[in-house]
């Protein structure tokens, strides 16, 4: 690169990546963009704070430049731990978080945009850091010494891709964020449910539960009567989470669906989709699964249902594999070509099932050990199997369906 507006500088890099984006999208790609944008509204004041520079961002991926190593890192985990108290008490399946590299190098400045190796180990050490926590280079670690009281864990030299020389990495974990002291954030204009303010989330959720958590009108007594049901079901949860359950239900696209599993002592919600008795239908059955119980209706979009339980076919069911019959999933699973296929696919075969509505199939392995072993890998492997309560479990071995064994390790046999 050469000419006008074309020049050198060392500079402190922070390069941050939404961790799981295709599955958030995968689930609510309306949801998943628009805290996309709020997440990007509210790092910027605080990449300003710390004298930093948001460069680019692109897709899910934000690029940030510091003059000073102190000031990236500084910003860094700030970003962590106010996305963090964003992130307390929302549902996994609607949290956005954040892995972020630390770098200092030397880059190209081009009209604005960075080049070079500096960004892209940045880029390289950001893949590497835990979600909700940092990773940093050596040169970055070296020059924060005796000015920040931060303990980095040393992961010693990797090997990352397209970087001929290994990479010395030191990591930061959402849990060592999260003691660190708070860093001062600026604050911005609220935007309801998008990117709440930390301290407006508080008083939020303490108003709602003063109000006697009237959390929607015109339906406030909708909203009073699944709190109580919510206190005499789960009588541990305090105010501020009971509201902000409540508030996440609330949040979901409709058509939406509260159940209790009444043994347990939990509850499950699922939203999102076609009709109300889809919803019911795919929240008792996910719950069941969950749980290993009939589970009763709570609410239906915004109206409370106070319903006994009620036993779900589908997750009883024991005969041969049928598309029709998997409980829990979304018509998209259903028609998926190897679930269609799958009666005809070739031995030795297994498939797993989590309640998060995820299907995992393995055919042609050499044993059946072997299929279910690989589908129960591919399931729990999965982005929204992973960021979920619960495992996955065996939903059929060969031609048969064993859900209700409730196995979650290969047992070789029928």
């Given at each position: 690169m050469s000419g006008a507006g074309v020049k050198r500088m060392l500079t402190a890099i922070v390069m941050a990546?939404?961790?799981?984006?295709?599955r958030l999208m995968g689930a609510d790609e309306a949801g998943a963009l628009r805290r996309l944008k709020a997440c990007r509204a509210a790092v910027a004041p605080t990449v300003a704070r710390f004298n930093g520079r948001l460069v680019d961002a692109t897709g899910d991926s934000l690029?940030?430049?510091f003059s000073s190593v102190v000031d990236a890192v500084e910003a860094a985990v700030a970003i962590q731990q106010a996305l963090s108290l964003e992130n307390a008490g929302l549902a996994a399946e609607r949290r956005l978080e954040l892995r972020l590299g630390v770098n200092i190098g030397d880059v190209i400045v081009e009209n604005g945009a960075l080049y070079g190796d500096g960004v892209n180990v940045a880029a390289r050490l950001q893949a590497l850091a835990p979600a909700g926590g940092l990773c940093v280079s050596r040169a970055a670690v070296e020059q924060i010494q005796g000015k920040l009281d931060i303990a980095f864990v040393p992961l010693g030299p990797q090997t990352v891709k397209n970087i001929a020389r290994p990479v010395e990495a030191f990591a930061l974990s959402p849990a060592a964020v999260a003691a660190l002291p708070r860093r001062d954030l600026p604050r911005r204009p609220a935007r309801r449910r998008a990117w709440r303010v930390p301290v407006a989330a508080a008083l939020g959720a303490l108003v709602l539960a003063l109000a006697g958590y009237r959390l929607w009108s015109p339906h406030a007594d909708a909203a009073a009567q699944l709190a109580d049901a919510l206190t005499t079901h789960e009588p541990g949860l305090d105010p501020e989470r009971r509201a902000r359950l409540l508030a996440d239900y609330r949040a979901l696209k409709p058509h939406r669906a509260f159940a209790f599993a009444p043994k347990a002592g939990s509850h499950w919600w699922s939203g999102d989709w076609p009709s109300p008795a889809d919803a019911e239908e795919k929240a008792l059955e996910r719950c069941q699964m969950r749980f290993g119980e009939p589970c009763a209706l709570a609410a239906l979009d915004e109206t409370f249902v106070d319903k006994s339980p009620r036993e779900m076919p589908r997750v009883g069911y024991g005969g041969k594999f049928d598309p029709e019959r998997i409980p829990g999933v979304r018509k998209a699973v259903a028609q998926r070509a190897d679930v269609v296929g799958y009666?005809?696919?070739?031995?030795?075969k297994a498939a797993a099932i989590h309640s998060r509505g995820v299907l995992a199939i393995s055919t042609g392995a050499r044993t059946l050990?072997?299929?279910?072993?690989?589908?129960?890998?591919?399931?729990?492997?999965d982005d929204a199997a992973r960021d979920a309560d619960g495992v996955c479990y065996l939903y059929a071995i060969g031609d048969d369906v064993v859900l209700s064994r409730r196995l979650i390790a290969p047992v070789g046999d029928k």
């Open positions: 990546d939404v961790v799981g984006y295709s690029l940030m430049e009666a005809e696919a070739p031995e030795a050990a072997q299929a279910e072993a690989r589908a129960l890998k591919l399931c729990n492997d």
